[in-house]
Nanobody, 114 residues
Framework: QVQLVESGGGLVQPGGSLRLSCAASGATGSRFPMSWHRQAPGKERELVASISSGGGTLSYADFVKGRFTISRDNSKNTVYLQMNSLKPEDTAIYYC???????WGHGTPVTVSS
């Protein structure tokens, strides 16, 4: 019954920024730990960032530290991924994930290219 709806992906130039959103519908998953993952063509899906239920504990993969910020607004049942200083190697499909429900969104594509 719970669904994760992602938005915010698109085409951006190197050095640019995007903010991804993941909104939960139905019984909310946003009050539980959530995470963002990405998968580039021909590559394994990898963890990008995670956030605790209250938003006080944040974790990041080394390759995005200092550039990406995960956050949440529980009143809106939404988790965000602010991506700054984007690089071509950030190009991938980005997925939000609710570990407790083992539920994935359908992904939103991010392309970093000039």
């Amino acid at each position: 019954q719970v669904q994760l709806v992602e938005s915010g992906g698109g085409l951006v130039q190197p050095g640019g920024s995007l903010r991804l959103s993941c909104a939960a519908s139905g019984a909310t998953g946003s009050r539980f730990p959530m995470s963002w993952h990405r998968q580039a063509p021909g590559k394994e899906r990898e963890l990008v960032a995670s956030i605790s239920s209250g938003g006080g504990t944040l974790s990041y993969a080394d390759f995005v530290k200092g550039r990406f910020t995960i956050s949440r607004d529980n009143s809106k049942n939404t988790v965000y991924l602010q991506m700054n200083s984007l690089k071509p190697e950030d190009t991938a499909i980005y997925y939000c994930y609710w570990p407790i429900g083992q539920l994935w969104g359908h992904g939103t594509p991010v392309t970093v290219s000039s």
